[in-house]
């Protein structure tokens, strides 16, 4: 369920709780309200519209948070890999699409006549298989730490969540602006997500969990939500 108010698109989840929470979250301030299931919508309003100054703030934060400017594929421009910073160079060729890392250059090479578009699609391919390596190495890691299986896992372009996932079909979706990150920020989503299949929500159960399996997570969340972020071509939706 979802409610407007002053503009602002209020995600609206019903749980078994006795309180409200209110939650404005990265990466573009996307509000939500966890209220409890009898509670009706007259009361959540009124509630959101008390905070409707707290809100904008948090969001405001978000908006200036650095991020990176809308690329065009050229020389110059900054690729992150892993955490990493690499300067894009971009070489000619028409023996297909490779992009190479070597010291601190991305070496694109591509077709000069390619739109950025057209490269902006192959580096995302690039992002993918890099991500799918790494996930492939740490996804049975934790799963075998902590006794949690996901059914299947995909990676998916998010703008408002770093993974997202469906505690009824087990399935995982990752965000592929994660290989851009520091790989504890994978890790740390890997297992959030994980922690997920057991618990819904974000209560002390779920933190329980990752404190047993990750005691240092709310550094790595803290580096993944003060990182760099992506362009993002509108305002929050």
């Given at each position: 369920?979802?409610?407007?108010?002053?503009?602002?698109?209020?995600?609206?989840?019903?749980?078994?709780?006795?309180?409200?929470?209110?939650?404005?979250?990265?990466?573009?301030?996307?509000?939500?309200?966890?209220?409890?299931?009898?509670?009706?919508?007259?009361?959540?309003?009124?509630?959101?519209?008390?905070?409707?100054?707290?809100?904008?703030?948090?969001?405001?934060?978000?908006?200036?948070?650095?991020?990176?400017?809308?690329?065009?594929?050229?020389?110059?421009?900054?690729?992150?890999?892993?955490?990493?910073?690499?300067?894009?160079?971009?070489?000619?060729?028409?023996?297909g699409n490779v992009l190479t890392l070597s010291g601190d250059k991305a070496i694109?090479?591509?077709?000069?006549?390619?739109?950025?578009?057209?490269?902006?699609?192959?580096?995302?391919?690039?992002?993918?298989?890099?991500?799918?390596?790494?996930?492939?190495?740490?996804?049975?890691?934790?799963?075998?730490?902590?006794?949690?299986?996901?059914?299947?896992w995909q990676s998916k372009y998010m703008t408002t969540k770093w993974g997202t996932?469906?505690?009824?079909?087990?399935?995982?979706?990752?965000?592929?602006?994660?290989?851009?990150?520091?790989?504890?920020?994978?890790?740390?989503?890997?297992?959030?997500?994980?922690?997920?299949?057991?618990?819904?929500?974000?209560?002390?159960?779920?933190?329980?969990?990752?404190?047993?399996?990750?005691?240092y997570w709310r550094e790595h969340k803290r580096r993944l939500n003060d990182s760099?972020?992506?362009?993002?071509?509108?305002?929050?939706?």
């Open positions: 369920m979802q409610i407007v108010i002053s503009n602002i698109p209020v995600e609206v989840v019903r749980k078994n709780i006795k309180n409200m929470h209110l939650s404005v979250l990265p990466p573009d301030g996307r509000v939500r309200v966890s209220a409890p299931t009898q509670l009706t919508d007259e009361a959540i309003t009124m509630f959101v519209r008390t905070k409707l100054g707290w809100i904008k703030k948090q969001q405001e934060k978000f908006q200036q948070q650095p991020r990176q400017s809308e690329r065009q594929y050229v020389s110059g421009e900054t690729l992150y890999v892993w955490g990493k910073q690499y300067f894009l160079q971009v070489e000619y060729s028409y023996k694109l090479t591509v077709r000069k006549e390619s739109s950025p578009t057209q490269r902006e699609s192959f580096v995302n391919e690039w992002y993918r298989n890099l991500l799918k390596q790494e996930v492939a190495k740490y996804l049975p890691k934790w799963e075998k730490t902590t006794g949690l299986y996901c059914s299947s996932c469906n505690p009824t079909s087990k399935k995982i979706w990752l965000n592929l602006q994660l290989a851009k990150k520091p790989i504890e920020c994978l890790e740390y989503v890997i297992l959030h997500e994980l922690a997920h299949l057991k618990v819904h929500n974000h209560g002390p159960e779920f933190t329980a969990i990752l404190d047993q399996y990750m005691p760099t972020l992506d362009y993002l071509p509108s305002q929050l939706e």
